[in-house]
């Protein structure tokens, strides 16, 4: 028996009926005693039957699936209602659009075993049904060439590792010692992970307990994701200056240097050069970086895939970040949270 003897698994869901489907079944192959974990799908105002469907399901699955309601309030709220109910000695929390592979409860359960865990955070990855589109996105978001490492996907990291919402947890004694996620709109994971950190609780990665990430399905959808990625970091730094480190100003410092660039080679010969030949640099990483994500994943779409989602990532988190300094910093305009409409999308 390991030290926890029961999982608690909470997934929040707002109309997201299909990725909530594919996920539960996911459970039904999982190598691990239906009798040590429980699922806990916290609705959280769906009008797409999510429901329902859980409902009409719940006979169906050899483990424990639970459905919880609550007004539309956000993903954070949905968590710690899910917390409030499980019956759990550890909390897992996972995005409703991922699925599990078959190993990635025990893999867990031995890791927190064996180096004594109190929390948990585990990679992403992807499954070679995704569209190629996805895979450039995974790539994009578990490469060291764009985070730094600090997602937990590098051995060397330029920054400190939180585990993330996608795939983390936190053992009951630790929630109870520090409490839910809080109500900002966008990082409540990391946050939520510094306070983790932060109470002296042992933190631990656990590499092969890995979750596939299906993220968002098209360009328009990710940009706005990481826009928002880099409003939520300047709201987090302003919560606690040491969830702000040199790697977070990177994407902003490419942002700022390649206008400044490109203002000055449009007013200077001299500029034009130089600017041309760091252009050819950043292409030349680009492809490069296309090269490599088409052999790692074995689809030759990620040849020209990648480095056009690279420059998105990059550009979104680096305007998203300068937008909610010239906000919230400089006008003092607290209510600013980037792009507004929907919590999960």
């Known amino acids: 028996m390991g030290k926890y003897t029961f999982y608690s698994i909470i997934v929040p869901a707002y109309n997201r009926r299909d990725e909530i489907k594919e996920l539960v079944q996911s459970f039904q192959q999982l190598d691990f005693p239906g009798d040590r974990f429980e699922l806990i799908i916290v609705d959280d105002g769906s ?25 539309n309030r956000g993903p954070g709220a949905a968590r710690n209602k899910g917390m409030e109910v499980a019956e759990g000695d550890f909390f897992i929390f996972l995005d409703s659009d991922v699925t599990v592979p078959p190993q990635w409860l025990t893999a867990v359960d031995r890791a927190l075993r064996q180096q004594q865990g109190e929390a948990f955070g585990g990679p992403d990855a992807h499954r070679d049904d995704f569209p190629a589109l996805l895979k450039a996105i995974n790539y994009a978001m578990t490469s060291f060439l764009t985070t730094g490492g600090i997602r937990g996907h590098a051995r060397k990291t330029m920054g400190k590792y939180y585990p993330r919402s996608f795939n983390m947890g936190v053992a009951r004694h630790v929630y109870e010692k520090i409490g839910g996620f809080c109500n900002i709109r966008h990082g409540q994971d990391i946050e939520y992970s510094h306070r983790i950190i932060q109470s002296g609780a042992r933190v631990i990665h656990i590499p092969d307990a890995y979750v596939f990430h299906k993220r968002r399905t098209n360009l328009k959808q990710f940009f706005r994701q990481v826009f928002n990625f880099g409003v939520a970091r ?38 034009r050069e130089l600017f041309f030949y760091a252009s050819g640099l950043g292409l030349a990483a680009l492809l490069a970086s296309g090269l490599h994500g088409a052999c790692r994943y074995r689809d030759w779409r990620l040849a020209y895939l990648v480095p056009l989602v690279i420059p998105i990532q990059i550009f979104g988190y680096g305007l998203g970040f300068l937008t909610a300094v010239w906000f919230r910093i400089i006008r003092k305009k607290d209510d600013f949270i980037g792009f507004r409409k929907r919590y999960y999308k």
């Open 47 to 71: 009008t797409d039957g999510t429901p329902d469907w859980v409902q009409s399901f719940q006979k169906r699955v050899d483990y424990r699936l639970r459905l919880v309601r609550q007004a």
């Open 234 to 271: 300047v709201r987090l730094a302003q919560l606690d200056s040491k969830l702000l480190e040199p790697v977070h100003l990177i994407p902003s410092l490419a942002v700022i240097g390649f206008l400044g660039f490109l203002l000055g080679a449009l007013a200077h010969q001299s500029f």
